[in-house]
């Protein structure tokens, strides 16, 4: 089945580490992406990563993908207010449309 | 310069009214999308059109209907509107369809309140 899943919220001090988690269950997905909701915005794309790779570094971002437990991160470091929104994986199966996840709301406090 | 461009960006309407939502991208893509977010946050996709060919048609009431005048847009018309039609509406578009290896590029949302 398609079914992605994510942690709701996630709280973080500025200048730590944010660590969102994804996992999903289609096996036949070809490339996974992170997107980024602001408050009353669309969606942005942050990065992608194809499945057969372990792990995409793109400044701040780092991506890991954990193939076999089916199980995609993304790092964001020195998080910063800015980057408080919701996140959202979503994999990309061959039928072309995107599944998305829950959606993991990023909130980062002084 | 926008990329992709929906219109309007809010809509407020009463129950049983049929209303639209415009769709542009000026990117030279070929594949378009609707989805629908809901008032969770979740996001489901509703339909895709390659070269203004339906292709993806998820279990979506036939109140629904795209249309694709061109390749660069993707209306959605939605007939005797249900409260439970309110949410965010998302168009998309990505370059081709080679399998899993497009980009979507997402519009600013629509956000549909029926009364």
């Known amino acids: 089945g398609e079914d992605v899943e994510q942690s709701l919220f996630l709280s973080v001090r500025e200048g730590d580490s944010s660590v969102i988690n994804c996992t999903y269950t289609?096996?036949?997905?070809?490339?996974l992406y992170w997107y980024k909701q602001e408050p009353g915005a669309g969606l942005q794309l942050l990065t992608y990563?194809?499945?057969?790779?372990d792990m995409k570094q793109d400044q701040r971002l780092t991506v890991l993908l954990n193939k076999k437990d089916k199980h995609l991160s993304l790092r964001i470091a020195d998080t910063q207010t800015g980057d408080s929104a919701i996140y959202f994986c979503a994999e990309s199966l061959w039928t072309d449309k995107l599944i998305f996840g829950t959606g993991t709301r990023l909130q980062v406090f002084p | 310069d926008t990329a992709v461009s929906q219109t309007p960006k809010y809509l407020v309407t009463q129950m049983g009214n049929d209303k639209s939502i415009k769709c542009e991208q000026n990117?030279?893509?070929?594949?378009m999308y609707w989805y629908k977010q809901d008032s969770k946050k979740f996001l489901k996709i509703m339909f895709s059109y390659n070269n203004k060919e339906l292709i993806i048609n998820e279990t979506v009431p036939n109140r629904f209907s795209p249309k694709s005048p061109d390749k660069a847009h993707l209306n959605l018309h939605i007939n005797s509107l249900e409260l439970g039609d309110s949410a965010v509406y998302f168009c998309?578009?990505?370059?081709?369809?080679?399998?899993?290896?497009?980009?979507?590029?997402f519009g600013p949302g629509t956000r549909l309140l029926v009364l």
């Open positions: 289609d096996s036949s997905s070809t490339y």
């Open positions: 990117l030279g893509h070929d594949t």
């Open positions: 998309a578009s990505s370059q081709d369809r080679t399998r899993g290896q497009e980009t979507q590029y």
């Open positions: 990563i194809f499945s057969n790779m």
